[in-house]
Nanobody
Framework: QVQLVESGGGLVQPGDSLRLSCAAS????????MGWFRQAPGKAREFVAA????????NYTDSVKGRFTISRDNAQNTMYLQMNSLQPDDTAVYYC??????????????????WGQGTQVTVSS
């Protein structure tokens, strides 16, 4: 089994930056594809970003392109989401997810077998 633990969430003001971390551990830490999703109150879980094992392929939802950057450090078994120019609409619980298989559709929740507990990001003035 793979365990995922997010950290780095918090309360920030519009325009501020925040970096989320997702640490992987367990029987195996090999994750072919990893991604970030978010869910605001009363809304469906939304795809944010995904990254391949090597980091060579990245995907972003349109609303975060140019502001968010996904990365991973396989030596540390950690994935990151650097969030810049945060806006109130970015307020949500952010979830880390991992798939042990390749997928060409990383924006779908069902492609991921493992999920973290979520970390709250609140952007408010």
């Amino acid at each position: 089994q793979v365990q995922l633990v997010e950290s780095g969430g918090g309360l920030v003001q519009p325009g501020d930056s925040l970096r989320l971390s997702c640490a992987a551990s367990g029987y195996t830490t090999r994750s072919y594809v990893m991604g970030w999703f978010r869910q605001a109150p009363g809304k469906a879980r939304e795809f944010v970003a995904a990254i391949s094992w090597s980091g060579g392929s990245k995907n972003y939802t349109d609303s975060v392109k140019g502001r968010f950057t996904i990365s991973r450090d396989n030596a540390q078994n950690t994935m990151y989401l650097q969030m810049n120019s945060l806006q109130p609409d970015d307020t949500a619980v952010y979830y880390c997810a991992a798939s042990l298989h390749y997928t060409s559709q990383p924006m779908h929740t069902w492609e991921y077998a493992y999920w973290g507990q979520g970390t709250q990001v609140t952007v408010s003035s």
